[in-house]
């Protein structure tokens, strides 16, 4: 009778772990399903546009078949390299000063900062790039673009640096000034050097999140249908003519749309895989 | 070794050395002084502040968050917790081996040894392969390395790394070498390698070593202190500590009945 009650007891647990495992995994699904569905149709409804003319040509006039988002690709190109070369240094410079100099005052506002500042809404930072940039050089330009994405990167970058340098071990530290060198160096030289590939992986990652931005770009790059390199002028960019396409009442310019959209969310993918390959890569051989 | 064979010359000297973390007072008033060209073993139940006492040497023990330093630790007669000497050139003169293996984990052996004079600006090839020579043979690891040395300083044994690090200590030629348990994390085959370049570099060195193995510390030291709670309770000749200890407590904690 015992022996009875105890198998139905283990049945029980059983059933009651088989239960949660299902329902984590379902969870697990409920997140991975919709990527996978918005992938699958943004490319339905872009192929038909995707063709080697949509990256090597300009649109077209209204009614004009054909034509491509050349100008934008690059356009998106040039805008993020602004932001990352305004973000990537002064991002892992404030990680470095939170990890190797923390405690004091200035460092605990840092660190509020950037928590409120990742909680910014990206139309916020697009109006405060609009008064500091475009408002004072009385024009819509990539550099103002630039600078909104840099405001974007930056939480991204200074979180994750700071939070890579804290895991490189104390004993390092130690190692390096008890060889007689300054801290300037142990950190620039030894802690920095050794966390290069964790930090890239962290830029990559806040560089494809801007990339997709459009809001912050609606009032500082403003978008053109021209090929334009000039950063002092407006620029055209991935996000922000998907936005123009997809509201116009034109089919073609819809299509072409859909299809820039599948682009971006490649290119941005692609990005998201290659920080994973090197971070991958460089676990295997070594790192702290 | 007899004493009318050790050297008479003080090289290192902790005068009234007091250290603090917080309002907790690890170190109380240590005074000592370390002949040249010999090996100094600190030995003492766990938590008697000996490693403490150690980092106090090199001043890396002020990295700590929250701790404080008072007394004087003269090098050469020289006060290096003077207000004007800088920490940085103390460090060169005072070398350290941790007690964890800690090689820099993204650098080559070559890189490891060299690391800090190619950060002190010496950037020659050739000296810095002679150098990375000289140490390794030092630290009795040359043999094992010489076919490798551009591989990762990780991918070494344990007790390999260990003595890695003291060539990478020894490379900026300290005259005094502080070991802070160089080898618990080791196997006694390891650590038996490491007694033994102990004994090699002494000829250049003085070398200060804390440890938990009494054995340890009667086999390669010169001198021994015996720490309780922060105090040096006994220093003197090893053989005399070992043998015939003044006082009651030594005597009870190397024969086993405390600590």
């Known amino acids: ?288 | 070794m007899s004493k009318s064979e050790l050297s008479e010359k003080i090289i290192l000297e902790a005068k009234n050395l007091e250290a603090w973390f917080g309002d907790f007072q690890a170190v109380k008033g240590i005074d000592v002084s370390y002949h040249e060209r010999t090996i100094n073993a600190i030995i003492g139940p766990s938590g008697c502040g000996k490693s403490t006492y150690l980092r106090c040497l090199n001043r890396i023990h002020e990295e700590i968050e929250g701790t404080h330093v008072r007394g004087q630790v003269l090098l050469e007669g020289q006060n290096i917790y003077d207000k004007k000497i800088d920490v940085v050139d103390v460090r060169k003169r005072i070398g350290m081996v941790f007690q964890k293996p800690n090689p820099f984990p993204s650098m080559s052996i070559l890189d490891n040894v060299v690391i800090g004079l190619r950060l002190q600006g010496i950037n020659k090839r050739s000296t810095l392969l002679e150098v990375a020579e000289t140490c390794l043979k030092k630290a009795a690891l040359w043999e094992e390395v010489k076919d490798k040395l551009s591989s990762l300083g990780t991918s070494l044994s344990g007790g390999q790394q260990q003595r890695l690090c003291i060539a990478r200590a020894l490379a900026i030629n300290p005259p005094v070498l502080l070991m802070d348990e160089p080898t618990s994390a080791l196997d006694p085959i390891a650590t038996a390698k490491i007694e033994e370049l102990m004994n090699e570099i002494k000829r250049d060195y003085t070398v200060i070593i804390v440890t938990h193995n009494m054995q340890q510390a009667a086999r390669i030291s010169d001198y021994t202190s015996f720490f309780v709670y922060g105090k040096m309770i006994e220093h003197g000749l090893s053989s005399d500590i070992f043998t015939n200890p003044k006082e009651k407590q030594t005597e009870d904690y190397i024969s086993g009945r405390f600590g």
């Open chain 1, 1 to 288: 009778m015992s022996l009875k009650i105890k198998i139905n007891y283990r049945l029980f647990r059983e059933i009651k772990t088989q239960l949660f495992k299902l329902v984590t995994i379902l969870s697990a699904i409920a997140v991975i399903l919709p990527l996978l569905l918005i992938l699958k149709f943004v490319f339905v409804q872009g192929a038909g546009s995707l063709n080697l003319s949509f990256f090597t040509e300009l649109p077209k006039p209204v009614g004009e078949v054909g034509g491509g988002m050349k100008h934008a690709i690059i356009g998106t190109i040039v805008i993020v390299m602004i932001g990352a070369m305004i973000a990537v240094p002064i991002g892992i410079t404030c990680g470095i000063y939170l990890s190797e100099f923390s405690k004091s005052k200035l460092s605990k506002t840092l660190k509020l900062t950037v928590d409120l500042m990742s909680g910014i809404p990206s139309i916020v930072i697009g109006i405060f790039a609009y008064l500091i940039v475009v408002v004072p050089m009385k024009s819509f330009s990539a550099f103002a673009g630039g600078v909104a994405l840099s405001i974007i990167m930056l939480p991204i970058i200074i979180k994750t640096s700071e939070e890579i340098l804290k895991l490189v071990p104390n004993h390092l530290r130690e190692a390096g000034l008890a060889l007689g060198l300054p801290r300037w160096k142990v950190i620039l030289f030894i802690i920095l050097k050794g966390s290069i590939a964790n930090l890239l992986t962290g830029i990559i990652l806040a560089i494809s999140r801007a990339a997709g931005e459009t809001a912050p770009l609606l009032f500082t790059a403003f978008g053109n249908m021209y090929m334009s390199y000039d950063i002092k002028s407006p620029m055209a960019t991935l996000p922000v003519q998907i936005y123009t396409y997809a509201i116009s009442p034109f089919k073609d310019w819809q299509r072409q749309a859909w299809a820039g959209a599948f682009i971006l969310m490649v290119l941005i993918l692609a990005m998201n895989l290659f920080a994973r390959f090197i971070l991958t890569k460089i676990k295997d051989k070594k790192g702290f």
